[in-house]
């Protein structure tokens, strides 16, 4: 080059080699990674579809409380209980008419939830909530004409006030008739308690009251006497 002397021509030659070696590697290495460009994308697309086939054969089923299958048989069942506003027969979903007139039963599925045994307890109250209508009625003063549908949880109240003992819950030797009969402020609703303002509330507030006497231990499974086998 003019005006460079040999050692200066040599480096700059030099330089120049390796720029143009270093251009030449990088479009061959670009030209290597346009090409395999669709391989790339369709190994990635598979492995992304494998991934969730993965994520979703490891993922954890939604869970139900054991029991939940018998609550839903509960809200269906063809009952046929009705609920009165007062006096001895104010009726209860653990004692129908059975084809023995010396005796009295109760529906298969009731059975079924008592013959779970203590655990039924925590079941019936996870469920003192549920407002699903049954096929049980209520033909109290307002509905004498008309019986409305009971809710689910009410049925749950009326099976665990019959299959419990204690203090908390119970008023001891007590003959009082009708509706909420021997049970404590805060522990009963009546079974038309949607049909006013703050139905619900007084549910989840019952619901409350139960749980909490449950963990505390103070009340106590007990199977309904004319309900034994023997």
């Known amino acids: 080059m003019v005006g460079l002397t040999p ?13 143009l070696f ?31 086939r993965v994520i979703r054969a490891g993922s954890p089923q939604p869970t139900t409380i054991p029991g939940d299958d018998l609550m839903t048989a509960l809200a269906s069942a063809p009952l046929m209980t ?33 013959d779970a ?4 307890i ?4 996870a469920h003192l909530d549920d407002q699903r209508l049954t096929a049980a009625r209520f033909d109290g003063v307002r509905f004498a004409g008309a019986p409305i549908q009971v809710p689910l949880g009410h049925l749950c109240l009326d099976i665990l006030i019959h299959a419990t003992s204690g203090r908390t819950v119970h008023v001891v030797n007590c003959t009082d008739d009708g509706l909420g009969a021997c049970v404590r ?3 009963y609703f009546r079974p038309d308690v949607l049909q ?35």
């Open 7 to 19: 050692w200066m021509n040599f480096v700059f030659m030099r330089m120049l080699c390796l720029m």
């Open 196 to 230: 006013g303002r703050g139905g619900a509330t007084m549910m989840r507030q019952v619901q409350a009251r139960w749980q909490r006497a449950n963990q505390a231990k103070r009340i106590r499974f007990e199977y309904p006497a004319w309900l034994k086998r023997g």
């Open 82 to 114: 009705v609920y009165h506003e007062d006096g001895a027969a104010d009726a209860t979903v653990t004692a129908v008419v059975s084809a023995d007139p010396g005796r009295q039963d109760a529906p298969a599925v009731v059975r079924a939830i008592l």
């Open 185 to 187: 402020s805060g522990y």
């Open 22 to 52: 270093s251009i030449s590697q990088f479009t061959q290495h670009l030209k290597i990674c346009l090409l395999s460009l669709p391989l790339i994308v369709a190994l990635g697309a598979r492995t992304a579809s494998q991934s969730a």
């Open 122 to 125: 925590q079941l019936l109250i």
């Open 117 to 120: 045994g203590p655990s039924c």
